[in-house]
């Protein structure tokens, strides 16, 4: 009788949680899934709050796209509530929280997706094409959730279908199973999409947006030659590209007026509620709600390459230690774009860590206890408001180029366009390219780890701070080397020696490049099995 009970309880999880916001529209009398689902606002209302509970809702601390950077050797999350810190410096196991928050996220909003798109006919449109677009974007959503869960813990649970008692008990399926069948299904999902963005709703996805996620998760996956055809597939559509300053992408003055963000959490998928994105990421300055929950550290600082687009170990021109001690010094302009230091000023504030009267004095509680701050998505617009308006990219135009430029490069073919798109990044950002022009003869003789090494760091540094650094370490299978090093903040000279200020020492295990299965889903989920080492 017991198991009955539990598996009875997954199938109303995995098949009607995650509804509440959309039944909150609902009369109160409705006894039928008809009366709460019959008209076309309510399927676009269905992929409204599809997006909003799991991706864009302006509160969601844990998944928000600029928090996610917490995971990485990119930046330090100081509450761990909002579970990246533990993910970072792990020191978690199979009972940590964060596992089943996001399990479940997930696994509830796909149970929700099937019995939605499984009823997608019942609806009254007045235009058929209607329906099919919104079924599509449904379907695109669920094809991002099990992306997503595919590159966190490898076999999961995969169903199409609204569960059952007997689906739900079935084995999880194998990784190469489920992408076998994803790829496919989400392009051909994406060639019946609308070609051009929504006028109002850019969170939906269109033809390309869609190709970009598929895009973004086969160069994940190594299917280069699919990564490098959808991203050529792009570029060519001429439907979007590089906003000439690179900075003002981040802030009101080209947030929503850029033709780079290819698909965006807008205003409209969440409502028009205000964004917290100065809250989470800015300083405390005198009376205003900055947190700093996230904040840049030396090793993300330190991989800003020279305006040269050298490394700061290989400079002809000055020493790393200068660099180090000095991260103005002839550096990538991306990095002034992108972090606040020691010594810039913050509105009317200078900026002194070390000053214990200053409001971004490193040891206060809502400080950066790094000594540096992201920049991006921090408007000082905002800086005594209690929320913004900011829109913020999922996926943008440039990684699109990164993309091609990777995959190309690890077929090792590194054609003209692989190197054009490099060039356009590094145009773009303000480099010297009398040096950083990847077509000079310096560059000829380039091995395949040589400009895999340039593509890495020019991924880094280019989307820092927009949530890619976690599952780009993961992907390289890099994670134990780099989330194996103490977490530090700014450097500076004390008696005579480099001090960098510590934050905290962290761990990286061989087993943890696939997240564990919290007890509590093995206990309701007999089909699932523990990943190795947990």
Known sequence: MMKKLIYASLVCTVALSGCEKFLDKTDPTATKFSEFFNTEEDLRRVVYSSMLDVYSGPGLTAKLPYMEDGKSDNAYSRTESHHHQLIANGNFNSNTQAFLYYYELHMKHLGRLNVFIANVDVPYVEDEAVRAKYKGVLEAIRCWHYFWLVSRWGNVPYYLEPADLGSATQPAKSKEEILNDLFPMAENIANNLPPDEYTS???????????????????????????????????????????????????????????????????????????????????????????????????????????????????????????????????????????????????????????????????????????????????????????????????????????????????????????????????????????????????????????????????????????????????????????????????????????????????????NYLWPFHENSLKVEPGLRQNEGY
């Open 201 to 511: 709703d850019a969170y939906m996805f269109n033809r390309y947006s869609l190709k970009a996620l598929i895009m973004r998760y086969a160069l994940y996956f190594e299917r280069y030659d699919v990564a490098a055809r959808l991203a050529e597939e792009i570029m060519t559509s001429q439907k979007y590209e590089l906003h000439p300053k690179y900075g003002d992408l981040f802030q009101y003055k080209a947030d929503k007026t850029n033709k780079e963000f290819i698909l965006t959490m807008d205003m409209a998928s969440h409502n028009n509620t205000a964004t917290n994105s100065f809250q989470h990421l800015a300083p405390q300055y005198r009376t205003g709600n900055g947190q700093s929950f996230v904040v840049p550290l030396k090793s993300l600082i330190d991989a800003y390459w020279t305006m040269q687009g050298d490394p700061i170990d290989a400079s002809p021109l000055h020493t790393k230690e200068a660099y180090e001690l000095n991260p103005k010094l002839n550096r990538d302009p991306r990095l002034a774009a992108s972090i606040y230091m020691h010594e810039d000023m913050f509105g009317t504030e200078p900026i002194n860590i070390y000053d214990p009267n200053n409001p971004m004095y490193y040891e206060r509680p809502r400080a950066s206890s790094s000594g540096y701050w992201f920049r991006k998505f921090v408007d000082q617009a905002d800086a005594f408001r209690s929320g913004g308006n900011m829109h913020f990219p999922y996926i943008r135009y440039a990684e699109v180029l990164l993309t091609y430029a990777e995959a190309k490069i690890m077929q090792n073919q590194v054609d003209a366009l692989a190197k054009k798109c490099i060039n356009d990044i590094r145009r773009r950002a303000g480099l010297d390219m009398n040096f950083a022009d990847v077509t000079l003869p310096k560059y000829a003789a380039y091995t395949q780890q040589q400009w895999t090494d340039l593509i890495r760091n020019e991924r880094r540094i280019e989307l820092a701070g927009e949530g890619r650094r976690y599952d780009d370490i993961i992907r390289w299978r890099i994670a134990g080397q780099v989330l194996n090093q103490p977490a530090l903040g700014h450097t500076r000279i004390v008696n005579g020696e480099k001090v960098s200020l510590k934050i905290e020492d962290r761990a990286f295990r061989p087993n």
